[in-house]
Every structure is written in structure tokens, then in C-alpha cells.
């Protein structure tokens, strides 16, 4: 198995739980991991500690006290784009659907591993902040890689930008890979399996997952959205982008 790099120096990460054991064990293991923790205990202290030192990501209790999970994660961002893996302790599918539909890029359902969300940590951050050694530089390899473009979209995955026929789109980072992967893969379909495999770098999971980012990246890049031309869905398969966009 890969070995994972090391976190990015510095990578700060917010953990928001209003149960302190919660909250005390995940930090502890995200410590010992090598990143700079901050945490909250409820959704006004959640915004107040990001603002203040604006985090790599958020580690977010849906069901918080006074103002839940989803409204901390739409304030958040309206700030600045950062990315949030969802804490809940419910098994419900529409609980875990509608963090993602609010633009959570994860969720881990209590009760859950520590090692678990630590890896699910890494997963994210390997996609949005540079990778380094041991020594804390660059690692070798990782240069940027070359802008994409297709269908009146572009993408640079190097400053993780993209637009639509020039004006920038507002992705989350799962969106953003998973249009980038689609862009590098034109005419082919996928699986939901093969997609999660190689954008969330997960050999098994809930495949909803799949599902609800497919439609929130198609709300985005789509003309319409109800009859999407570029993100297709290929029956019996997963989906495939048509670069050219015909019907």
C-alpha cells in the first residue's frame, strides 16, 4: 500500500463537536498526526475560531447546539472556500446526503475510528494543499500539473481554479477533482465504484456519495442542469463527459 505523505506544515485543522470527549479524541489524534488543531464546541465558536485563524479544514458535528452543522457549514462558506468533512451520529442516508448537498467534501458517521477521519483528513488535504518530505518541502513529482479545458470549461489545477465560459465557479474540492478527472477523461464512462476509487482514493463506500456530487457538479457546469449535455449518465454503467456537449 502507497504510504501517505506527510500533512502539509502548518495544515490547521478546526474540529467542531459540542461533546468534548468527541471533541478531545479526535484532536489527540489529529495532533499526533502532525497538524494544528483548533476547536469549537458550537456553531458561533466554530465561526469565531475561523475567522480568527482561518483553518485547511473543518471537521464538523452536524448536530450542534443552537445553529446545526449545515448553517455552520453554509456561513463558512460565504467566507472562503475550505473544506469540511461531516460528523454524525446518525445512520440516516438523509442526514448524510444533505451534508453533502450543503458541500460537505466528507462525511464519517459516529460511531466511528479515530485512525479512520485521520485518514479521511489526509485524503482531502493530499488534494488541496501541497504535498512535502520529511525535510518539509516540496516533495519531488508534485509539480503543477497542466491546465484542462473543454466544452467552454476550464480548469487549472495547479492555483484549483475553474471556469465556465470565463466566469469562475464556485466548487468544493471533491467537485472540483471530480470535474478535473472527467475533463482528463473524455468519451469514457465510469462506474460510481471506479469514480470513488480514483477521486476519493476509496476502495469501498457509500456510492450516494458519487451520486450527489455528480449532481451538484452538474448544477454548476450544466446549461441545464435537468438535461445535462456534458455529464451524462451512461444506464447500467455511471457517467461519462462528452467534451463536445451535443445532444
Avoid at 464538523?60 to 447546539?65: G, H, S, V
Avoid at 491546465?147 to 469562475?168: I, Q, V
Avoid at 455529464?231 to 463536445?244: I, K, L, P, Q
Wanted: glycine share 12%; with cysteine.
Amino acid at each position: 500500500m502507497e504510504q501517505s505523505p506527510q500533512p502539509p506544515s502548518g495544515a490547521r485543522v478546526l474540529v467542531v463537536d459540542d461533546d468534548p470527549t468527541v471533541a478531545e479524541i479526535v484532536s489527540g489524534y489529529l495532533d499526533r498526526a502532525g497538524y494544528v488543531v483548533d476547536r469549537a464546541g458550537d456553531g458561533p465558536g466554530a465561526l469565531a475560531r475561523a475567522a480568527a485563524h482561518w483553518p485547511d479544514l473543518v471537521v464538523l458535528d452536524l448536530m450542534l447546539p443552537g445553529m446545526d452543522g449545515l448553517e455552520v457549514c453554509r456561513r463558512m462558506r460565504g467566507r472562503g472556500p475550505v473544506p469540511v468533512i461531516m460528523l454524525t451520529a446518525r445512520g440516516d442516508e438523509d442526514d448524510r446526503i444533505l451534508g453533502l448537498e450543503v458541500g460537505a467534501d466528507d462525511y464519517v458517521t459516529k460511531p466511528f475510528s479515530p485512525r479512520e477521519l485521520v485518514l479521511r483528513v489526509e485524503s482531502v488535504l493530499r488534494r488541496t494543499l501541497p504535498r512535502v518530505d520529511g525535510t518539509g518541502t516540496a516533495a519531488a513529482g508534485t509539480g503543477p500539473a497542466a491546465p484542462l479545458g473543454a466544452a467552454g470549461l476550464t480548469l487549472d489545477p495547479a492555483s484549483r481554479r475553474a471556469t465556465k465560459n470565463g466566469t469562475e465557479l464556485a466548487l468544493t474540492v471533491r467537485e472540483f477533482d471530480l470535474l478535473a478527472f472527467f475533463l482528463r477523461h473524455p468519451g469514457r464512462a465510469f462506474g460510481r465504484e471506479e469514480l470513488m476509487r480514483a477521486v476519493w482514493g476509496w476502495d469501498f463506500g457509500d456510492l450516494s456519495t458519487v451520486t450527489v456530487h455528480v449532481r451538484r457538479l452538474r448544477g454548476k457546469v450544466e446549461d441545464d442542469p435537468a438535461r445535462p449535455r456534458l455529464v451524462r449518465t451512461v444506464w447500467g454503467v455511471g457517467y461519462r463527459f462528452d467534451a463536445a456537449g451535443e445532444e
